[in-house]
């Protein structure tokens, strides 16, 4: 099993897919994608420079969103999911539950 560990301001962030088919049953194509990605994050690096303070605000669970075609995909084989590997200045935002 691998073990990935983001550095400086890395962000380890497991994709969370969209819903293909609506309650409904119709499956959506992907017109309906947007330009940014949910996902949550399962690492984080130790923060350098302007960005330090800002890693620290984050932490392992927490939902956010970022860019589209922000950072490298990774694959796993060992749990067939996938990961982005983004840096801190690539998050747009905190999605927070009510």
């Given at each position: 099993m691998q073990i990935i560990k983001?550095?400086?301001?890395?962000?380890?962030v497991e994709l969370v897919q969209k819903s293909k088919e609506t309650s409904s049953g119709f499956i959506l194509t992907n017109k309906d994608e947007t330009e940014q990605v949910k996902g949550k994050i399962i690492?984080?690096?130790?923060?350098?420079?302007?960005?330090?303070?800002?890693?620290?605000?984050?932490?392992a669970g927490m939902v956010i969103l970022f860019?589209?075609?922000?950072?490298?995909?990774?694959?796993?084989?060992?749990?067939?999911?996938?990961?982005?590997?983004?840096?801190?200045?690539?998050?747009?935002?905190?999605?927070?539950?009510?």
């Open positions: 983001p550095v400086r301001n890395g962000i380890l690492a984080l690096g130790n923060g350098i420079g302007e960005e330090k303070d800002f890693i620290k605000e984050l932490s860019g589209k075609y922000s950072g490298e995909e990774i694959a796993s084989e060992s749990d067939d999911k996938t990961y982005k590997l983004i840096q801190s200045k690539d998050v747009i935002a905190v999605v927070e539950d009510k």
